[in-house]
T-cell receptor, first 115, second 111 residues
Framework: ETGVTQSPTHLIKTRGQQVTLRCSSQ?????VSWYQQALGQGPQFIFQYYREEENGRGNFPPRFSGLQFPNYSSELNVNALELDDSALYLCASSQQVRGSGNTIYFGEGSWLTVV | QKEVEQNSGPLSVPEGAIASLNCTYSDRGSQSFFWYRQYSGKSPELIMF????GDKEDGRFTAQLNKASQYVSLLIRDSQPSDSATYLCAVNTPRGNQFYFGTGTSLTVIP
């Protein structure tokens, strides 16, 4: 148990729809990162939020967007879903000061299937 | 060139043997290195991290880091069937805000 909770755990969406995934970070952690893990691949960094601001973004299109709230929880939004968006979406929290690295702890993930 | 490379395996070892998992990385500025274990259908869980050259031991697990060779390894002693999983090597960017993961090495421990 990492104390990082995600919802929903599983969902099925139709191509072109929009989805919102939610994450509550571990108590005391101020940073949330989102990763996409396709089948047979390692997690790929989408973006990170630190103190409600985006603190880095991976190679994902603008239709992937996010938010972090004052309680450090976070949302990942994906618009105009494509079949290739089918993956496990992982939220990871950490206690981080900007500019320094720290250990990340994953939630159980949200399995998204786009049909 | 990928930022982090691992042999995807599968790697099979008999119960009680030592399993050796290897990883190389491309960014010489990387400072933090992590090993995660991922059971099928589950999310990755942290096994251990290492920052300094040399060995770091935690129970049956030993992480080894050689920054000059840009090489990280994980040794699992007295391997158990419950160690059967995919092992992910991860490297933190020098800025500290992004982890690069390898594709993982699948390990099977045969009873």
């Amino acid at each position: 148990e990492t104390g990082v909770t995600q919802s929903p755990t599983h969902l099925i969406k139709t191509r072109g729809q929009q989805v919102t995934l939610r994450c509550s970070s571990q108590s005391g952690h101020n940073t949330v990162s989102w990763y996409q893990q396709a089948l047979g691949q390692g997690p790929q960094f989408i973006f990170q939020y630190y103190r409600e601001e985006e603190n880095g973004r991976g190679n994902f299109p603008p239709r992937f967007s996010g938010l972090q709230f004052p309680n450090y929880s976070s949302e990942l939004n994906v618009n105009a879903l494509e079949l290739d968006d089918s993956a496990l979406y992982l939220c990871a929290s950490s206690q981080q000061v900007r500019g320094s690295g720290n250990t990340i702890y994953f939630g159980e993930g949200s399995w998204l299937t786009v049909v | 060139q990928k930022e982090v490379e691992q042999n995807s395996g599968p790697l099979s070892v008999p119960e009680g043997a030592i399993a050796s998992l290897n990883c190389t990385y491309s960014d010489r500025g990387s400072q933090s290195f992590f090993w995660y274990r991922q059971y099928s259908g589950k999310s990755p869980e942290l096994i251990m991290f290492i920052y300094s050259n040399g060995d770091k031991e935690d129970g049956r697990f030993t992480a080894q880091l050689n920054k000059a060779s840009q090489y990280v390894s994980l040794l699992i002693r007295d391997s158990q069937p419950s160690d059967s999983a995919t092992y992910l090597c991860a490297v933190n960017t020098p800025r500290g805000n992004q982890f690069y993961f390898g594709t993982g090495t699948s390990l099977t421990v045969i009873p």
